[in-house]
């Protein structure tokens, strides 16, 4: 039956005229039948090269026989036309050697194991007791021959495994472990050959151990890499063999064992045996003994010498000296992370191998490029060498049983192990195939269309290029990410950096170091971390991984008991969700950022116990931004509108809300997100849209209400509270026909009344005062727009006037807003002011300063009413706005900083006495939120005690022990302030 072209197409033939010239030539020379070797091919990586192959070998009369035999076999041929069509370089070795041919015919299995694998290639030189029968071409063939053929048969169970992803440990644990079984066979011709120089006894005397690196060392060696290893020598007997004759003897060892392996021959060498990891590389000695070894690695070796010693295992010669150089070298690798910067350092190196990639190979590079094998590499050795400090659980060799190892540790999440093993076997295979292809050592991704179809056909997963390229960009993509992630996690330095005895949190010294780095109570601590970090479970795990760091973060603050306290709250109350623990591992800086702020603020602190989810937050400064006032007043109308029937409902909402982007700025200022600033106009915007939400609840009380009006006043009107401040507002209303006469004014005092009720809240309280409207604490609770008139036109004081000067309509029907700001306008920028207005203000100042003040109060520390604090400040500002607003608009502000600056612009005060004001208005203002969000509770006066200043200056970005120089800094600056006062406002 002739075969068509669309057959020789499905089959994955490209050339198809050659294809079905070979193919028919192939059947001619060997009776065999095309159908069966058109099926047989259909799964090859390239049918064409392939049936070419075939074609080769049946023109050979070697091979001739072989061939038909095979041809009549359906699974063998299927196995050959694999090979062939996969692996050039294993067709040319079948081509030399056509008796491997009867391999094909074996159900494909692995070799054996590393003993057998090991006895059979010492066989394959005659060795006995160390030494090969002979030495030379024919020894060397012989290994050489032999290695290809187990070679050959791990190839033919590789290629035809129907999962090629999952038996990637097997194939790389075989290919290191035939090496290694080459390295012995060549040991054992380089004993036959040195002793031609030097006696058989001498050299049976020297013991030469052969330490594999790198990813033989790890039993993770590809088809074609070179073989990285470290001589270690020594004699067998001090008295019949020195010391210095047996190194000597030992390195003519060396060199003929990497001459067995690689050097030219009838059989091509396999790999390179690379010596290049040896103490001072290429200018050092190649065989050293132990304690030459250990005595470099002491005092020479870089950080790099010992992230390479990580895989380091016995590979060949002496398995006892190979054992001792293992365990004497392990405590200075599980050590090595302590050493200074030794994280960056390996960041840095890591960084360096991408930088000289060229050019044009970058992106093409599966090894070393970004997103390559590379970046998993030395994501996972780093993670072990720094966790590897004190757990040695993670004391692993092979890149998957690590990434497992510190999965189940809690040092990577499972969902981050998983991907990196996933994407490791699927760039290993990749490897694999194209070294296969044409046995050489190659990391480049073929740059042609051809070349990546034959790579996607050689995984048998895929089948066109577009296909396996698709799914090895989105990999790149997978690990970068994931690399960075979790290679530059601040963790891993901090981990690296701490003292050896941080580590142990449960030995006898745990309280002492407890105590000796800050914390006042040791025992409650310990408490704490036993309550952490107890059982088995993977929580536990991944918290004792961090309470090292974590505590000596906590330390660095000025209350890292009452952080701990709330940290162990926080874990419990979150100890269920993935994404916390996850976070605080893996982030950017989010468990530092946490620990800065839980042993900075009882503010904080206990507001983070009621909004526990916060703690996602500090993964970035994204969500510490305040959020913006039309945000908020969508949020609260959409309250008001899902609980339009349910009034309680509403408020705990409302309530939420507030507590919840209080808490965003107290977060956002002590990081130092969001400035002074921000912070007070922030608190404004989250107090308007907390009073809409309660005066939409209270609106609703009747059906018909008259218009309503809130005018925020002092700090609230000027957009700058503060953590403790009040809100001071003003109430106003106008009747409407529905709603008019007596019953409005009832409605009105009910709405007010509501309003109080619904803001209380234990937790943060939220103070509205309402004493700055006419006639004080013994005028109406609310007035009619009217009222407001005939009041402020008959009988307003200038106090009235003054408070008025901060007056700012935030809530309430538009046209209501703009006629009570209207007629605020007229009081409080009046046609200038008598001298007795000044005298009666100046007077009132006076009175405040010695009445307001309490019992007691040191006038120099009281951030509000002293002497240069916030009042000395606002009334300065408030006496130039009375006397001089009518004249120079710009001072129609109701921020006391803008009123100072256009001050200074209209000439009413000197630029150097101005800022001297405003320094001290800003630094009052930080210093009375600081002592809120400090102690959690609200206090005008600055602290005498040592620790309350600490931390209040750490709040302030003060370095640590700066409490004295925070006290000396407001002394001083409102100490100057208080001049200006003096000279300006009392024209002292």
């Given at each position: ?6 057959q ?5 033939f ?82 030399r ?62 290629l ?29 011709i ?77 059989e ?31 005092r ?33 690798v ?77 040092y ?13 076997r ?11 292809r ?36 989105q ?22 950096k ?9 030995n ?29 479970s ?81 993964d ?17 109308l ?38 002074i ?57 106008r ?28 937790r ?20 009619s ?10 009988w ?12 700012r ?39 405040v ?6 019992q ?63 320094d ?9 939120s ?21 931390g ?12 004295s120089?925070?006290?000396e ?20």
């Amino acid at each position: 039956m002739a075969l068509s072209r669309t057959q020789l197409a499905k089959a994955g033939f490209t050339d198809l005229s050659e294809a079905l010239f070979q193919l028919e030539k192939v059947c001619e020379l060997t009776g065999g039948d095309a159908e069966l070797i058109l099926r047989s091919i259909h799964n090859s990586a390239d049918p064409d090269r392939a049936i070419s192959w075939l074609l080769r070998l049946s023109q050979s009369e070697t091979a001739l026989k072989a061939v038909k035999k095979l041809l009549g076999d359906e699974g063998a041929t299927t196995r050959l036309l694999s090979i062939l069509g996969g692996s050039k370089g294993l067709a040319e070795f079948i081509e030399r050697h056509p008796h491997t041919l009867t391999f094909f015919h074996d159900e494909p299995g692995l070799p054996g194991d590393q003993e057998k694998m090991r006895a059979t290639l010492l066989k394959s030189v005659g060795a006995a007791k160390g030494f090969a029968k002979s030495g030379g071409d024919a020894a060397r063939d012989a290994l050489r021959i032999h290695y290809r053929e187990l070679l050959l048969k791990i190839a033919i169970w590789d290629l035809g495994h129907e999962d090629p992803l999952h038996q990637i440990e097997w194939v790389t644990g075989s290919l290191s472990d035939i090496a290694g079984g080459a390295l012995e066979a060549g040991l054992a011709i380089a004993r036959t050959e040195v002793a031609e120089n030097f006696s058989t006894d001498e050299v049976a005397l020297v013991d030469l151990a052969i330490i594999g690196m790198g990813k033989c060392g790890a039993r993770e060696l590809n088809y074609l890499s070179d073989v990285d290893v470290i001589y270690v020598g020594a004699s067998l007997d001090e008295e019949k063999l020195p010391t210095d004759k047996a190194l000597t003897i030992a390195t003519r060892l060396a060199q003929h064992t990497a001459r067995a392996i690689f050097e030219v021959s009838k059989e091509p060498g396999l790999w390179e045996v690379d010596a290049n990891l040896r103490p001072e590389g290429k200018d050092g000695a190649l065989v050293r003994t132990l304690d030459s070894h250990l005595a470099y690695y002491d005092r020479w070796a870089k950080d790099w010498e010992f992230q390479a010693l990580l895989k380091a295992r016995p590979l060949a010669g002496s398995k006892e000296l190979g054992e001792q150089y293992v365990a004497s070298v392990a405590p200075k690798v599980w050590s090595s992370a302590s050493r200074s910067n030794f994280v960056e350092q390996v960041q840095r190196m890591r960084e360096r191998v991408t930088e000289n990639i060229p050019g044009d190979d970058v992106e093409y590079q599966i090894k070393l490029g970004p997103g390559g094998l590379r970046d998993i590499e030395f994501t996972v050795q780093l993670l072990q060498l720094v966790h590897g400090l004190v757990d040695d659980s993670v004391h692993t060799k092979g890149t998957l049983e690590s990434l497992t190892r510190l999965s189940e540790a809690g040092y990577v999440g499972r969902d981050e192990a998983q991907s990196f093993a996933d994407n490791y076997r699927f760039l290993r295979l990749l490897e694999h195939r194209m070294q296969l292809r044409d046995l050489s050592r190659t990391h480049l991704m073929p740059r042609d269309e051809a070349g990546q179809r034959v790579l996607a056909r050689a995984t048998g997963l895929w089948h066109t290029a577009e296909e396996v390229v698709s799914q090895w960009q989105q990999t790149k993509l997978d690990v970068r990410e994931l690399h960075e992630r979790l290679f530059y996690r601040p963790l891993l330095a901090a981990v690296a950096k701490l003292p050896e005895e941080t580590h142990q949190l449960t030995n006898d010294q745990a309280e002492a170091r407890l105590a000796a780095i800050g914390f006042r109570d040791p025992q409650g601590s310990l408490k704490h971390i036993a309550a952490l970090t107890n059982g088995v479970s993977r929580r536990a795990a991944i918290q004792r991984a961090l309470l090292p760091v974590m505590l000596q973060w906590l330390s660095e603050g000025a209350n890292p008991d009452h952080g701990l306290l709330t940290f162990r709250l926080l874990s419990e109350q979150l100890g269920e969700s993935h994404w916390f623990l996850r976070m605080l591992r893996d982030s950017a800086g989010a468990a530092k950022r946490l620990t800065q702020v839980l042993s900075g603020s009882r503010y904080v602190s206990d507001l983070m116990e009621l909004i526990p989810e916060s703690a996602a937050w500090f993964d970035g400064d994204e969500e510490l931004a305040p959020t913006p006032q039309e945000v908020l007043e969508a949020e609260v109308l959409a309250i008001l509108a899902r609980h339009h029937e349910d009034d309680d409902a509403a408020r705990k909402a409302v309530r939420a809300m507030r507590r919840r982007e209080v808490l965003r700025l107290a977060i956002g200022g002590i990081l130092g997100v969001v400035t002074i600033d921000q912070i007070s106009q922030g608190l404004s915007d989250v107090t308007t849209a907390a009073l809409n939400g309660y005066l939409g609840i209270a609106l609703r009380e009747a059906e018909h209400n008259p218009e309503f009006a809130v005018i925020a006043m002092g700090r609230y009107g000027g957009q700058e509270l503060g953590f403790d401040s009040d809100a001071d507002v003003i109430y106003v209303y106008r009747p409407t026909a529905e709603c008019s006469g007596e019953q409005a004014q009832k409605r009105a005092e009910r709405i007010v009344l509501r309003i109080k009720e619904l803001v209380e809240d234990p937790r943060l309280p939220f103070d509205i005062d309402t004493d700055l409207r006419p006639e004080g604490k013994n005028g109406a609770i609310a007035r009619s727009l009217d009222s407001y008139a005939a009041y402020y036109a008959r009988w307003s004081l200038m106090w009235e006037a003054q408070a008025l000067l901060r007056a700012r309509a935030v809530l309430g029907p538009e046209k209501l807003q703009q006629d009570m700001m209207t007629l605020i306008d007229s009081v409080r920028y009046p046609e200038g002011i008598s001298v007795e207005d000044v005298r009666e203000i100046r007077r009132i100042k006076a009175r405040v300063e010695a009445e307001r003040l309490p019992q007691g109060a040191d006038p120099a520390r009281h951030v509000k009413l002293g002497r240069g604090s916030l009042s000395d400040v606002e009334w300065t500002v408030q006496l130039m706005q009375l006397q001089y607003a009518h004249k120079y608009p710009s001072l129609h502000t109701t921020s006391s900083v803008k009123a100072l600056r256009a001050a200074v612009e209209a000439g009413l005060i000197a630029e150097v006495d101005a800022q001297k004001l405003i320094d001290a208005w800003i630094f009052a203002s930080r210093v009375r939120s600081g002592i809120t969000i400090w102690a959690d509770k609200a206090t005008d006066v600055l602290p005498q005690d040592t620790r309350d200043l600490e931390g209040i200056a750490r709040l302030l970005n003060y370095p640590p022990g700066s409490a004295s120089r925070l006290e000396e800094d407001y002394l001083s600056i409102t100490r100057r302030a208080r001049q200006v006062v003096e000279r300006v406002f009392f024209d002292f």
